[in-house]
């Protein structure tokens, strides 16, 4: 068995970065957006042209993104969703939304401030946590029937 | 043509019946979340058994009322979300992304503050409006190709 | 909203007609397996001709009794699946697992000492009860909102 | 033509190791559940948290535990249910209703005291086998045509 | 429970007309092809012109036949086909194999001389029946739990 | 049975009244894109904003417009689409591969000048007319078995 | 672009043989049924016990067979279906209504004596040849783009 | 993360070809209708046949061609679909209809001429572009997070 992951949400802490790495010699392969805030806002009108109104400069960029996201979700076995601390993250709840209706199996990553706010996202997931290392022991647990010693 | 609407997200302003009440006379029928703030949050314990942890006694409430919005988003032609001013709003987001992934016909609801953070939401809309009377304009153009005078 | 309900499971109780008594008066229909456990046992053979063998006796009458358990739960919207005291009741795990894949909304009902053995089940379900009167309380409130008193 | 095999069902055997290495040879891949009980029953504590109550620590570990099952189920040609002589085995029987609705090939494996109990799963099969030895023979003829000598 | 279905095959005999008056008092509603041969045949160039070769002049007709029978088969939750004594009737095995890959419960219907040829397609079905009177039969039951005396 | 039928593609003409009245009689219910030229290309700003950009101004009525558009091929089983002497008509062969993609019954109408433009569409369909009057022919003889006099 | 072609029908002549030897040098993966008859015809008995009826020695053969049978077609982009000069050959006919339901490019292989009896087959075909040999022209053309010099 | 890429629409200039080059070094793997004018149309009566009508000439033509097209977008990530200045391209409006009805990620390009008449595809889409260059812009962005610089 292998597992392709979808890492979704927050992109100001290293989080995926400490899942890929701790998941090195596991049978997964990872996928998730573009990272990169400013690249992500700008790259519709970076190639499709210059938009007057800053709604049409997001809408041509968040499209353009959803040619990743969808194929990155669509794709997977496991789609991890997580929330940091700051901002609304709303794509991060539409991603888990879309998963869950794909029936994807859906992990939440979030801090215990969010409970009550995450409660419909976290009762849609097959499991909730706070650590990225968490993450990481469940792909191994659900891979090879290791649990952490 | 008939439609069935399903009216997500905010529940602490009167939208839901603006549009309900702009729409007598269409042929629509409407579905809602239960908007009782205190029966949604407490309805799984109530019903289910207490618990001593706020995790599972917000866990057994989210699972009770997902019952009736996967209903109502499943059913629907049309899916409505409105993003208010306050709060977090992620199972809005969430139902966003579920009705997404279903194909449905997307209708988003919200300020100009919100533009930004709302554009993954937005680019996967049919329409993004600001005012509960739009959305009853909309459907009545939808169902009678009547436009506003 | 309407409900249609498949109440599956166990037939020497009478939790069914507790249910369906119980939710008079709320908008809800409700489908069954037959219940008479001889003419469940031998519709097969009754209709199709005899049988040397048991197998092939038993197998008559499971394929004809599944036209009606497939409908049933293919047309639901909420399927309840009863384990009671007695017997493997493995066709109403069967049933539960054929739900959870279609995407139905799940409630689980049994008592307390087959807590660890429905572990699964239960994880598939969006609720889990051990009374008849908390499935119409449920349903009570998923279609109105509103919770007992 | 090569075949994904998902071999569900009862742990204190060891039937998978015969089938897998009966079949050594042919072009065929399989996936189990994790098979270690302990394992199994603890995993969601072990890596999300402790919980006071044993329902939800079961909850947890059969979550963790349903992303692998899934995902064996759903990647698999031929789902092989085996149900022994102990224990309720009520998750065997959900995943062969869950395969089934999924219109995967199923095979059940069981002696013959549970052949009236069974008899709804089955109805669902396309072979009811007692032996490990007929799987491999029969996953030989799907692959090969060639019968045993 | 009420049941839509479709009677696919033989055209030659009264079968049909003996289903649906045994199923009168039934909440079954019924479906079937053109029956009478001649508009069958012609039906395409009749409408839509005519052709010189007998190849196109079928074609026209059976795909607007196809309008009728898919619409049958989609909207049944039963599917019976009867096979007759005489002509090739491939279009009832198609119309099987169709309702079979759409999971739809499939009763054939005919009599013992042609056992060995159709056992694939009664492989896929529910039920195999020699009579009418016997689908009338296994309606009832289905419908009502109500066993022939 | 009753049938569902969109009537897709071309608006300068009276062909939809021809085919209403027509199958007046017949158990038909009809829907069409809204066909007032002026409201089709203007709903979007009238009801959500202009825009100065006519790129704009079209995305936000192509977009209203599929709201009733996707409901109207999703509900059908049968799609009609006319292809008229002028304009591109793109929006015509776009719905003829969505019904295709959703393996609806496909009726084209089209005169005999754009059958070498039109042979991938024609491919697709299960019949190809040039007259109004024919598709009532083919809608009568669908329901009811009746050939043309 | 690589096909995977399933070879559905008729196995007294040679024309498997015929297309995958023609075909060798094109991307093309080619499955078929079992082709043994006698194999064919005792494989369930052979391997999961001797029946006393005919009916069921059939029932348990056919039932193995489909679990190849079902795989091949799923898996194929391409379905070749061969009716031959003798026999009913209803499961060639099943095969093709199987996999028209499923959306997969049909093609069917018959002499013109058949053309009226397979008219619906043929009405739901991409291609109707006569020839093995043009089966490999047609896979050589949608591969390559190449036509028969 | 791999694309896989359909390049539908116009045949007379090498956009296809710059997008192909363009893309070189990109994990993206392409496919294309047969571009070969003469042979798609001649295809289906070289192979099966001569007709003596026009229409059934390419209707044989037309159904060999979807063989590769309907393979060519089902197995894709992304549908580009471009409209050139010549001819009613009402095959390249029907593949986008078909993409869309799929769920696959749709690139409209074309030139400015056309935005009016395309606004109903451009309205499926999620990207409209003028170039060739910019779809290798998307794809390089799409796949590496890489803004043109």
Redesign the interface.
Known sequence: ?A?NVYLSGEIHTDWREQIIEGAAGLDVSF?SP???HA??D???V???GAE?????H???????????????IE?A??VVVR?GDK?????????????????K?LIVLHGPD???????????A????EEPA?VV??LA???N????S
């Not at 997001?58 to 990155?72: E, M, S």
């Not at 969010?114 to 849609?124: F, G, I, R, S, Y």
């Not at 029937?145 to 952490?148: N, S, Y």
Request: hydrophobic content about 45%; overall charge neutral.
């Open positions: 068995m597992l996928n573009v990272t990169d690249a992500s700008d790259c519709g970076r190639i499709l007057d109104q800053k709604f049409w997001d809408h041509k960029g968040a499209k353009l993104n959803a040619i990743r996201t969808r194929k990155g794709d076995d496991v929330f901002y609304k993250q709303w794509n991060a709840a539409f991603d888990a939304g879309y998963a869950a209706a794909l029936a199996s969010h409970q009550h706010a995450l409660k419909e996202v976290d009762a849609a097959l499991a909730v946590a968490q022991q469940m647990y659900v891979l029937g290791v649990l952490p």
